[in-house]
């Protein structure tokens, strides 16, 4: 039996999902929430690399990475060390009390990355939402404002507050009743859609336009704005990335108005679009950042960096108890050499050798309606008609499931994309070996049609 430490490539050793992975589907179906959306029934026992292997010991190439999480990919040798060395020596210690010298050492290497004179101040926190119910609070008390915009399509997280900003499936917020107050949503430049016929360059002035002639004017004052919330490259909306010069508008509009502009980066930064942070493609400086996801490997850490402008709040405004937790960092300070180290330019790379070979899809796979993304953040749009561009969500699924069985991990987004997110260390062979299961996943469901 080949294990996951032998091979870079899958290998199937049975029918899905085995005798081993039937028996944990079942065990978990007695005890665990049944809010968690599966989408194929993969029972994860241990990874390397971009390989993931089940507890039956097949063997599969991970394209999604635990949700972009698993930017270094799994158990990566000096993230393990960092880790192992860490918790030998102080496993917590509460950051809002006390004291510990990789909080800031961590925080200065963040900071370093983002372009701009200002000098900047960084929040520790466990996950995405976190950080953006934190850059919500800040955004108030900067301000002294409470209104905020966001927009259609994006998701922020699952708790109140950054749910009341999410936007993407109204399953997320069903039955979950009043949210917070004050938020309102717009339309996202989303290209291939764009009822004006824009192009990636182009779409989304009539937007701009709607926001400052019937937002300001007809629902919240300016001055009464505290925020605008934006995904650079929309991740749950289904990998759409907002036009550059989309981006550089809302940050004039943001700059003359006194309105914070907050990126959220949770699935779009730590290297994977081929820059730190997929604003910079847009020559942008926001005002508060969000990160989470892709920063520490896999270990729960978040962030929220903020102009030191903007981080003005007293003593005992905003805390955590687990949110910087020093095993954490260890974890998000490996990740961050290795990015640097190589990986960050090997997303770039390989983002744009993927992109070489896939353009073309939309001409040769009718199901295949638009091709979109940065880096190795990669969204694949399919549709059951290219004229009417309809969407189709069960072609889609079905694709993700002829990969699964195939040895290749997806996962869906938006309504009908498929999500290609690997980690930042995948090799040519690799990439290839993608390509082609989606290919003949493509031509496999264009039987159906």
Not at 294 to 318: C, N, Q, R, Y
Request: aromatic residues 8%; neutral net charge; hydrophobic residues 40%.
């Amino acid at each position: 039996m080949i294990t996951a430490t032998e091979t870079k490539l899958p290998r199937l050793l049975m029918e899905l999902p085995g005798p081993q992975a039937k028996k944990v589907i079942e065990y978990d179906a007695k005890f665990m929430s049944p809010s968690f959306s599966r989408e194929y029934p993969l029972v994860a026992k241990k990874g390397h690399g971009a390989i993931v292997e089940d507890v039956d010991g097949n063997a599969f190439l991970d394209f999604a990475a635990g949700i972009a999480v698993c930017s270094t990919g799994h158990c990566h040798p000096k993230v393990v060390e960092a880790i192992q060395r860490q918790a030998a020596e102080l496993i917590h210690i509460s950051g809002t009390d006390f004291y510990h010298h990789h909080m800031p050492q961590l925080a200065e290497r963040l900071v370093a990355t983002m372009p701009g004179k200002e000098p900047k101040k960084v929040f520790f926190g466990n996950s995405g939402t976190e950080a953006v119910e934190g850059a919500i609070k800040l955004a108030r008390y900067a301000t002294k404002r409470d209104k905020l915009i966001a927009f259609y399509g994006c998701f922020h997280g699952r708790t109140l507050g950054s749910l009341s900003l999410t936007a993407s499936k109204n399953t997320q917020r069903k039955h979950f009743g009043a949210l917070l107050g004050g938020v309102e949503h717009i339309p996202f430049p989303y290209a291939y859609r764009c009822a004006h016929g824009h192009t990636n360059e182009t779409c989304g002035s009539e937007i701009l336009e709607l926001l400052e002639q019937q937002m300001f004017k007809r629902l919240f004052a300016p001055e009464e704005i505290a925020a605008i919330v934006i995904e650079p490259i929309q991740g749950e909306g289904g990998f759409v990335p907002a036009p550059a010069f989309f981006l550089q508008e809302l940050q004039r509009i943001c700059n003359r108005h006194g309105i914070m502009l907050i990126v959220d980066e949770v699935q779009s930064g730590m290297g994977r679009t081929g820059k730190w942070w997929s604003y910079e493609h847009a020559g942008i400086e926001p005002d508060i950042l969000c990160t989470a996801k892709g920063i520490a490997s896999g270990m729960p850490l978040s962030a929220f960096i903020a102009k030191e402008s903007v981080m003005t709040w007293k003593k005992g405004s905003h805390g955590t108890t687990y949110g910087g937790n020093p095993v954490c960092i260890a974890s998000a300070l490996a990740t961050m050499d290795l990015i640097e180290g190589g990986y960050m330019e090997n997303a770039r790379k390989m983002g744009d050798y993927i992109f070489g070979r896939i353009n073309d899809w939309p001409n040769r796979f009718k199901v295949v309606g638009d091709v979109r993304g940065k880096g190795l953040m990669i969204g694949i749009e399919i549709v059951r008609d290219q004229k009417t561009k309809e969407k189709s969500v069960d072609l889609r699924d079905a694709v993700i499931n002829k990969a699964f069985n195939k040895g290749l991990l997806l996962l869906s987004a938006g309504e009908n994309s498929i999500r290609v997110s690997p980690p930042l260390l995948i090799d040519q062979e690799q990439a290839d070996f993608a390509i082609k299961t989606l290919e003949d996943c493509f031509r496999e469901a264009e039987k159906s049609i």
